[in-house]
Every structure is written in C-alpha cells, then in structure tokens.
C-alpha cells in the first residue's frame, strides 16, 4: 500500500505546459526503478505557458524530456483531459497532479475524469491550491476555483491538505 504510493507505477499529470513539474516527476520514476508519467495537455498558446518565448509548450516539454533523457518514463498525450480519459492508455492511477483549467469547473471536471481510476492508495496534488486565499496576489484571477473545489472535497470527508510556502 504505502510503498507503492511512495514509488507510484502510473503518474497522470493534467496540465504539463513545458515540462518542469513532468520532468520532475519523471526523473523520480527513473530514480526510483519504476513507474511512467502521462503528461496530458493540449498544448494550445495562452499566456501562462507561451509566454516569453518563440517555441510552443508542446516543443519545450519534448526539448526538455531528451535534453534530461526521460522519453521512457514519459508518454506525452496531447490532448484535453476529456479525450485523454476516453480511451485512457492506464487503468489505475498511483498519483494525480491536476496543474490544467484552473477554474472550478475545470478542476472538479479533471479531479472527476481520475476518481474512478484512482488505486486504493492514490494521492492527488492540485496546483495553486493558495490562490483565493490572498486575492492582492497579482497572479490570482477571478475565475480560479482550485481553493473552492478542495473546500468541498474536505466537506465532503476527503483528507485535503493545503500548503503555503513563502517567498
């Protein structure tokens, strides 16, 4: 049970943009001897992951995966989470991070899509989950529903842990 969950075999990330959370969990696969990372995004331009640079997201996160040598422990499914999970390339989910649309319907849709494929010990990680909390942030928007869909999952007896670290 624990173990496995430490040394996760099947890792989705929804939402890899260029490729530094996906790199990162990759190079723990290869260091632990085991597991693969699903990088689900559709890698259309926006702002959050185009910014400041000619390639697109998609070149950036197969650049970084051969430059650092991760293309095994990595599949690249670029595609919206919605179609992503039509015909799933997995059957069980070890670990979860849900780093795509932000906004609440987005992530209670993502969290939604891994639920039913979540293994007995699965853990899933939401990115900007401290966003809400401090609406003067100049990265926080409106429409941001990550802190809002945990609250309902603690409501709803889940165990949600939220974690700030300052600058």
Known sequence: GLVRTLRPEIIIEIGS???????AMALACRQNGRGKVYAIDPHTANYWSDYGTEKTSYDLLRDRLEKYDLADCCEILRKTSQDAFKTPPFAKIDFAFIDGDHSYEGV????????????????????????GYFPDDPNCRPDLGVPKFLDELRRDGYEAVTL???P
């Open 164 to 166: 700030f670290a300052p």
């Open 17 to 23: 943009a260029r490729g530094k959370s996906t790199c």
């Open 108 to 131: 209670k849709l993502d969290f939604e899509l891994c639920q039913p494929l979540l293994s007995d010990h699965a853990l899933v990680a939401f990115h900007d989950s401290i966003w």
